[in-house]
Structure formats: structure tokens, C-alpha cells
């Protein structure tokens, strides 16, 4: 079955630094999405990614589809405390009643 | 607008108890609705998905089962939990054939002791 690899697993960082994580996979998606799951909380959608080479922003969230359709990065500019959580990368491909794939996440930690 | 309601929130039973979560969704026809279980606060575990009243398919061989009785109802079920069933279960939903990604539900916490 299709698997996304997800990097890094895990980031403790400075509050104001950047941050960038990614996913690749072996197999092609039509839809990369990304995730964000608060503590104890359901993820949530950030950036919905639909064309390869689409880059799309949401505030300090830069999302990009890439080119060849088998990556997607995530970069948070600088960062602040709330934007603690776990980070999933999905793909979605028209296939299999459209089911996504998701990465095993990247768990943020933001030091004030 | 459409709204997932999931619930309880936190749910603790003791070993060989049965269990019954339930998620409905509003303000959408036809959905396909999704079961996972998450872990230690980690990865996304598919459980069922379904897509369509009656039927459910089964990603993984386990303790629990799934029913769809109405349209935008989804029940997770067990007749006797397992400590091993403790975790996280999240409901989803997402529009039928179409690439719009998932909306989540907020989670119940279950222990199982």
C-alpha cells in the first residue's frame, strides 16, 4: 500500500525560529494536505495543496506541492508557542473512495 | 455549514466491558466517515471507513466493530475491551468522491482499566 515518510519525527525549538518538515512518498498523490493536532484535540486542516508545484501560504504557514507529486513541505516562519502540536502530512489520490495516506507526524515543541 | 459531533470526550471502562462511541454528522448528505485510533499521541490508525449506510470496511483485525445505522451515523463498538484498546479514537468524514481532504471530530479518550 501506498506509505508517506514523514521528517522530522520530532523538533524542539526556540520561539521566533523557523521551522520546515516534509513528506515523500513512493507513490503519486492528486492532494497533499496538511494537518495540525493540538493537545487532545482532532487535526485540523491548515493548507490543501490541489496542482503540482502549487505553493500556498496561510499566514506563517508556506505549504508546496512537488513536482513530481510525491512531496510536500510544510514551513511555520517564525514560530510561536501555540503552534505546539503534531503536524501531519496527508495524500489524497482519486483511487481507493479517495481514502488519504497519512505520515506518522512531527511533533513540535516551541521553547518561550 | 457542516459540523462533526463526536462524543464523550473521555470515556474510562474496566476490562471485558463493552463499548459504544458514537459520531453524526450535520449539514451533509452521503459522507464518508472514517474511524481512527491514535496511539500514545502519535501516528493515525484507520479503523473503518464507510461509505454508505451498511456498509463498513475493515482495515485492521482487532476487538472492535463498526455500524452505520443511518447516513451520518457512525458507531464504534466492542462486546469486551482489551487494555490494549486504550487510545485516542477520532471520527472523520469527507465529501464522496471527491479529493477535499477529512474533518475530524475532537477525539474521545479511552482507558481501559
Known amino acids: 500500500g501506498q506509505q508517506l515518510n514523514q521528517s522530522p519525527q520530532s523538533m524542539f525549538i526556540q520561539e521566533g525560529e523557523d521551522v520546515s518538515m516534509n513528506c515523500t512518498s513512493s507513490?503519486?498523490?492528486?492532494?497533499w494536505l496538511w494537518y495540525k493536532q493540538d493537545p487532545g484535540e482532532g487535526p485540523v486542516l491548515l493548507i490543501a495543496l490541489y496542482k503540482a508545484g502549487e505553493l500556498t501560504s496561510n499566514g506563517r504557514l508556506t505549504a508546496q506541492f512537488g513536482i513530481t507529486r510525491k512531496d510536500s513541505f510544510l514551513n511555520i516562519s517564525a514560530s510561536i508557542p501555540s503552534d505546539v502540536g503534531i503536524y501531519f502530512c496527508a495524500g489524497q489520490s482519486g483511487g481507493s473512495n479517495y481514502k488519504l495516506t497519512f505520515g506518522k507526524g512531527t511533533l513540535l515543541t516551541v521553547n518561550p | 455549514s457542516q459540523t462533526i459531533h463526536q462524543w464523550p470526550a473521555t470515556l474510562v471502562q474496566p476490562v471485558g466491558s463493552p463499548l459504544s462511541l458514537e459520531c453524526t454528522v450535520e449539514g451533509t448528505s452521503n459522507p464518508n466517515l472514517y474511524w481512527y485510533r491514535q496511539a500514545a499521541g502519535r501516528g493515525l490508525q484507520l479503523l473503518f471507513y464507510?461509505?454508505?449506510?451498511?456498509?463498513i470496511s475493515s482495515e485492521v483485525p482487532q476487538n472492535l466493530s463498526a455500524s452505520r445505522p443511518q447516513d451520518r451515523q457512525f458507531i464504534l463498538s466492542s462486546k469486551k475491551l482489551l487494555l490494549s484498546d486504550s487510545g485516542f479514537y477520532l471520527c472523520a468524514w469527507s465529501v464522496a468522491n471527491r479529493n477535499y481532504g477529512y474533518t475530524f471530530g475532537s477525539g474521545t479518550r479511552l482507558t481501559v482499566v
Open positions: 464507510s461509505v454508505g449506510i451498511g456498509q
Open positions: 507513490s503519486i498523490f492528486n492532494t
